[in-house]
């Protein structure tokens, strides 16, 4: 499966490929399952429209960037790149009040790596 910027910069050709993508993203499916559920009772019309016209695809990409629909998944993946840099500093041995100016990590998160 292609990562989700690939997705956006090239859609998929099938409706199946379309509701999987959104399924591995965890996080569009359960806040739209409405939306996840036309796709799948009617994969064949939704495929049809997205070989139409890539605007319905422009639509559902520019609709995703906009909400917060991804604002979870990436506190989470900026959290977990914060502590592995935290981590690299700490064993470069850069001291702590640095580390806490570079990252957005509390002293507590910080102290327990």
Same mark, same amino acid.
Not at 11 to 28: F, G, I, K, R, S
Not at 59 to 69: K, P, Q
């Given at each position: 499966?292609?990562?989700?910027? =690939? /997705?956006?910069?090239?859609?998929? +050709?099938?409706?199946?490929?379309?509701? =999987?993508? *959104?399924? +591995?993203?965890? !996080?569009?499916?359960?806040?739209?399952? *409405?939306? !996840?559920?036309?796709?799948?009772?009617?994969?064949?019309? @939704?495929? +049809? !429209?997205?070989?139409?016209?890539?605007?319905?695809?422009?639509?559902?990409?520019?609709?995703?960037?906009?909400?917060?629909?991804?604002? +979870? #998944?990436?506190?989470?993946? @900026?959290?977990? #790149?914060?502590?592995?840099?935290? #981590?690299?500093?700490?064993?470069?041995?850069?001291?702590?009040?640095?580390?806490?100016? /570079?990252?957005?990590?509390? #002293? =507590?998160? !910080?102290?327990?790596?």
């Amino acid at each position: 499966m292609k990562p989700f910027n =690939q /997705i956006a910069a090239d859609p998929p +050709e099938d409706a199946e490929d379309t509701t =999987q993508a *959104y399924a +591995e993203l965890n !996080v569009v499916e359960p806040k739209n399952a *409405y939306l !996840v559920g036309i796709i799948k009772a009617n994969p064949s019309v @939704f495929k +049809e !429209v997205m070989l139409m016209s890539t605007e319905a695809w422009d639509i559902i990409v520019t609709t995703i960037e906009e909400s917060d629909w991804f604002k +979870e #998944r990436d506190k989470e993946k @900026f959290k977990e #790149r914060d502590l592995e840099t935290a #981590r690299k500093m700490k064993l470069e041995n850069i001291p702590l009040d640095m580390i806490l100016k /570079i990252t957005p990590l509390t #002293r =507590q998160e !910080v102290e327990a790596l």
